[in-house]
Structure formats: C-alpha cells, structure tokens
C-alpha cells in the first residue's frame, strides 16, 4: 500500500448534487433579477427586437400581459424605456414630463394593476431627444449644468406617476444630487434612485438603441459615459452618487466589466446592481442559436459570474428564462 497521502482534497465536497449545493458560495434568486421592457404607445403592439432574439417592444395592452406573467414565475423588478416616435422629439426632451407622456401615464397603470412590483424608471434626454443624446447639445458639444434641470423636470413627473425607484442612466456629473434636491422639494422623500453610476462607452448597446431608436445623430457618448479604460475612476464616481444620495449603485455593463463591479462591491456599503446589456446577452443568445453553446447551461452560468463578482442585482433580458427555468434559484 502506498504511503502517499492527500490531506486535503477539495474534490470531496463535489461528490454529489447534495454536497455541491451544501458548498456552493454563491446563489442566485428571481427576486435578484430586474427585466428590462420596452414599451411603444398605441395598442395591439408586439415587435420582437431582430438584434435581441426573444425580446419585444410592447404596447400598453401586451405589456401589462407580460409583467401579469412574469409576477407569477417570481419576476418583481421591472425597468421600464420608452420607444419615442420622432414626432414628439425635440432639442430639450420637453415630452419626457409632458402631462400627456404615454411613458408616465402607462407606468402608473402599471402601479395600479401591480403595486406589489418594484418599478424603475430612465432618467436620460437621448429617448425624447431629437439629438439622441442624454444630455443638451449646444454647438455640437454636450451640456453638463443646462441639462440638470431638465433631468429633475424628469424625475419629479416620473415620481409622480408612480415609479418607485428612477434609473439616471445619463452620467451627467451632480446629476444624482440634483435629482434628490428636485424630488425631496417634491414631496418625494421615498422615491429611490438607482445611480448609472459606472456606465461605460461601451460597444455592446447596439440592441438597445434599436429597440428605442435612440442612437446619437452625430458624434458619440464618450465625453460623458466612462472609457472602458478605466477602473479606478468607478471608485470615484460610487463615492461622488452616494455623496449626492443614491440608493443603490450600477454597473454597465455587466460581463465585460466583472472587475468593476467587484471593486465597488468591496468598497461601498450600498448595493450594487449591474446591467447584463443588450450586446452581451445576444452574443450568448445567437452562438446558442447556432448550437455552439447550449442555452440551458451558458445563461445561468453568465448571471451567476456576475452574481459572484459582487452583483446584489441584475438587471437581464434573461430574467423571465432564468425563472422559468430555475423557479427555486441556483
């Protein structure tokens, strides 16, 4: 017989199903995913998006079908962006708190039908800009001060409506202060802000401006959404929206910066949430399609990198698949 010993041998809590579960260190629930919706006035509505397979733009009739269903697999969070026609477009996103703004009015039908979910607004000029940017554009230059007020135009109509938490996807710098200044005034003291805080210019929201039609008309994003460059200027943006009162912190997106979202993880007290994009999840969903990787393994296993990675939510298009799939969690 050998003298050879192992002492430690790690394959021994790997056994079984069982003991794999007893020692798994991450876990991943419904209740910690968010389904982004995109929503388009009118009735009788659902496109499906042709570069984000499974996903569609809803009218109001058909989105509230489809937010009925995904309460009953244990989906609560929702996101919410508006697909604007250019009609209602202008240089300073006047639609965005227009009292007629089908966004706002269908979000608080929402509410009414479902108080039980938690519903997440956009704060951004670019769906009601006829620039397409999330900020004022002046002599092709973005605006950062002059936008502010139109943000808390923004926020304080979208409260109103009925959101319970706004999403300022914007990264205009003191934006975050000045929309709680503008909903505290308000009245709006328990309205939650969940701070774009570490959003990249990054290449993989091409679906998303698809879906919304909200690419820019000229230019880019890169002198206001942060160089996928940089890491530790993430610290500092966390430290500068939770200063201004932000209630949970983002990162987007979500594979491609798992770095990020471990940094902030480690270094604020407030939750992270993290935005699995459009980009990313049709790069899964299409080499699933060619039977390169198989779905029903690849799409938990992306969510729970970022689960691990510090992500106390995620906000996914695969959300309504992961809970259908995996009620119970992973």
Request: glycine residues 6%.
């Amino acid at each position: 017989m050998s003298t050879f010993s192992i002492l430690r041998r790690p394959r021994r809590n790997r056994r079984s199903p069982a003991l794999r579960a007893m020692a798994a260190e991450t876990h991943l629930q419904p209740s910690q995913l968010i389904f982004p919706l995109f929503l388009v006035d009118g009735k009788g509505i659902k496109q499906e998006i042709h570069s984000l397979p499974g996903i569609f733009r809803y009218s109001s009739d058909y989105l509230l079908e489809e937010i009925e269903t995904c309460i009953g697999l244990g989906i609560h969070n929702f996101i919410l962006f508006p697909a604007v026609a250019d009609s209602l477009k202008d240089t300073t996103a006047t639609y965005s708190y227009h009292s007629e703004n089908f966004y706002l009015n269908v979000a608080q039908t929402i509410k009414e039908r479902f108080p039980e979910c938690t519903l997440i607004s956009d704060v951004a000029m670019d769906p009601y800009s006829s620039d397409g940017h999330d900020g004022l554009v002046k002599n092709g230059k973005i605006i950062n001060d002059e936008t502010l007020p139109i943000l808390g135009k923004m926020a304080v109509a979208q409260a109103q409506a009925g959101f319970d938490m706004l999403g300022p996807s914007d990264m205009m710098d003191g934006r975050v202060g000045y929309i709680r200044r503008a909903l505290d005034e308000a009245g709006f003291t328990e309205t939650g802000i969940l701070a774009y805080t570490a959003k990249y210019a990054s290449a993989f929201y091409g679906p998303f401006r698809d879906a919304l039609d909200s690419a820019p008309k000229s230019g880019d994003k890169k002198t206001y959404q942060m160089n996928p460059a940089n890491r530790r200027e993430a610290l500092l943006e966390a430290e500068l929206d939770t200063a201004e009162g932000a209630d949970m912190l983002m990162v987007k997106p979500a594979l491609h910066y798992l770095d990020v979202i471990s940094d902030l993880k480690a270094s604020s007290p407030l939750p992270i949430a993290a935005y699995h994009v459009s980009g990313e999840c049709a790069m899964l969903t299409a080499a699933c399609r060619n039977g390169w990787l198989d779905y029903e393994k690849a799409m938990p296993e992306a969510l729970l990198s970022i689960r691990r990675a510090g992500a106390d939510v995620i906000l996914t298009y695969f959300a309504k698949d992961f809970a259908s799939r995996f009620p119970g969690g992973i």
